[in-house]
């Protein structure tokens, strides 16, 4: 049945018109919740202790736009690299069972290189939060 | 024309079950967390005091949202007041539109037009929902970054590692669950689950893979950033976390935005794991149980019996969420990335070598 609605070689972009359509009408959803307090709301009533950052009572000091610890940007390197694999992954899958033992071998291979490399950043620390 | 007009209908009832939901979900975690921890939750809301019992559904579903709606629009000084603006945005509108791509019932014949009960038809339905998982990411990193806050910027920063840590045990499961049942189209994967095992059992994903429905079990909890991964948000070390500097619709959003994505864990759970719209032995002729003679069941209460197969087991997995948010305790944060990383990571990648394997020795079955 799914394949009668969209054959691959009839496939056309009227497939995508739902998911335009969703797009569209969650985006207005969203749009109008995150706005309506600027309609609903009373009008901001400015002052300057008031519009400090909440900072549990301690008085305000400097801006929080500035470093933090690297570890957070190895886990940042790290999802990329496993992400952009796992990618590779999904078209592998759909057309395993046509490719046999030869696909199977082939992503062994790989996944012995992704396998390593995991060892690798563990036996180096990049996994280790202290 | 019609392919307009069916697609915004079945979008529009998508998106708007999915914010019924959240907002319900609302009221039962407060009702649950009393009936877990034996206090009270939500008990006040009423019509002017002439109701006997309480309306505490009432309360989320209508107090709430006025409430919040006339707040002020609070933006601290400092902070980057388009971005600002825009992370709530970031944040609800990919939890909303995930559940589009999931199927929730076959399909039902309107004046000769067959329509699929799921908001999008997509062949490709499991990367779809990949990719909008994948954007929820931007709202919180946005959010903690343009309050200018540090504990904000503490919480965002926290829950973009978290989220993305987890997000690559996630896609592993998913491509040995497209292994197993050899298609990216999730309509497909809910027919396959129709089958039954030797005639007896349905053949629901979990008894093929038990460690897939853990990981994507935990990694979705994760996602959604509730206890125990609320790290992100941790009230006791960081006021609110990303959203401490929101207040009125657009913490309304981040809220939301966490309860749309519990749905959409449980959706994704039941259409992978737990049949999804598949009522156990009914086919299209009617219930046919092992060794007994067939029950007719046709038409029309086949698809309803479908719809509330499907309701029930997403409300069941949402009460599971809550249940263990109301259970366990949080976790510290080197727990959470060993957990990730070298935890789910190595256990999903062990998972699809051996289903791999399986499908090769053991042949279609598999």
């Given amino acids: 049945m799914i394949g009668a609605l969209c054959a691959p070689a009839v496939c056309s972009m009227s497939d995508y018109i739902p998911v335009a359509l969703t797009f569209l009408f969650?985006?207005?959803?969203?749009?109008?919740?995150?706005?309506?307090?600027?309609?609903?709301?009373?009008?901001?009533?400015?002052?300057?202790?008031?519009?400090?950052?909440?900072?549990?009572?301690?008085?305000?000091?400097?801006?929080?736009?500035?470093?933090?610890?690297?570890?957070f940007y190895m886990v940042a390197i790290l999802f990329i690299v496993f992400d952009v694999e796992v990618v590779f992954m999904y078209p592998w899958a759909v057309v395993f069972r046509e490719l046999g033992w030869f696909g199977f071998v082939e992503m062994t291979m790989f996944m012995a290189v992704l396998g390593i490399g995991l060892l690798f950043a563990w036996r180096k620390g990049a996994l280790e939060w202290k | 024309?019609?392919?307009?007009?069916?697609?915004?209908?079945?979008?529009?009832?998508?998106?708007?079950?999915?914010?019924?939901?959240?907002?319900?979900?609302?009221?039962?975690?407060?009702?649950?967390?009393?009936?877990?921890?034996?206090?009270?939750?939500?008990?006040?809301?009423?019509?002017?005091?002439?109701?006997?019992?309480?309306?505490?559904?009432?309360?989320?579903?209508?107090?709430?949202?006025?409430?919040?709606?006339?707040?002020?629009?609070?933006?601290?000084?400092?902070?980057?007041?388009?971005?600002?603006?825009?992370?709530?945005?970031?944040?609800?509108?990919?939890?909303?539109?995930?559940?589009?791509?999931?199927?929730?019932?076959?399909?039902?014949?309107?004046?000769?037009?067959?329509?699929?009960l799921r908001a999008v038809d997509l062949d490709v339905g499991i990367l779809y929902v990949v990719a909008m998982v994948a954007m929820s990411v931007y709202g919180v990193v946005l959010a903690g970054w343009a309050s200018n806050n540090r504990w904000a910027l503490l919480g965002s920063i926290r829950g973009a590692a978290q989220m993305i840590s987890y997000e690559v045990a996630l896609g592993l499961a998913l491509v040995s669950m497209v292994l197993t049942y050899n298609t990216l189209d999730m309509q497909a994967m809910v027919y396959a689950q129709g089958e039954l095992i030797f005639g007896v059992l349905p053949a629901w994903g979990f008894l093929y893979q038990p460690a897939a429905l853990l990981i994507v079990f935990t990694a979705g909890m994760a996602e959604s950033k509730r206890v125990p991964f609320d790290l992100p948000e941790a009230e006791s070390e960081l006021v609110a976390g990303y959203f401490t500097e929101y207040s009125g619709g657009k913490q309304a959003a981040f809220m939301l935005a966490d309860f749309a994505e519990v749905v959409m864990t449980a959706g994704l759970v039941v259409t992978l794991f737990f049949g999804g719209w598949q009522v156990p032995y009914l086919t299209a002729e009617g219930w046919t149980l092992p060794f007994m003679d067939l029950i007719p069941v046709t038409g029309w209460i086949v698809t309803v019996l479908q719809l509330a197969s499907f309701t029930i087991k997403v409300l069941f997995f949402c009460w599971l969420q809550i249940l263990v948010r109301w259970t366990l305790p949080r976790f510290r944060y080197d727990q959470l990335m060993n957990l990730g990383w070298k935890g789910m990571i190595p256990l999903a990648l062990i998972n699809l070598f051996i289903t791999a394997l399986m499908i090769l020795l053991v042949g279609e079955s598999a």
């Fill in chain 2, 1 to 116: 024309m019609d392919a307009w007009l069916i697609g915004g209908v079945k979008s529009l009832i998508v998106i708007a079950m999915v914010l019924q939901l959240s907002a319900l979900l609302l009221w039962v975690e407060r009702k649950g967390s009393a009936l877990i921890q034996n206090r009270y939750g939500a008990n006040r809301a009423n019509f002017f005091g002439v109701v006997p019992f309480n309306l505490g559904f009432l309360n989320t579903l209508i107090a709430d949202p006025i409430k919040l709606f006339t707040k002020e629009d609070f933006v601290p000084a400092g902070a980057d007041r388009f971005i600002h603006s825009l992370a709530p945005f970031l944040a609800l509108f990919p939890a909303l539109i995930t559940f589009a791509a999931i199927p929730f019932g076959d399909y039902v014949v309107i004046g000769g037009t067959t329509i699929e």
């Fill in chain 1, 26 to 71: 969650a985006a207005i959803i969203v749009a109008v919740m995150v706005s309506l307090n600027r309609v609903l709301g009373p009008r901001p009533d400015r002052n300057a202790i008031k519009d400090e950052t909440f900072e549990c009572g301690n008085e305000h000091t400097g801006s929080a736009w500035r470093r933090f610890a690297i570890k």
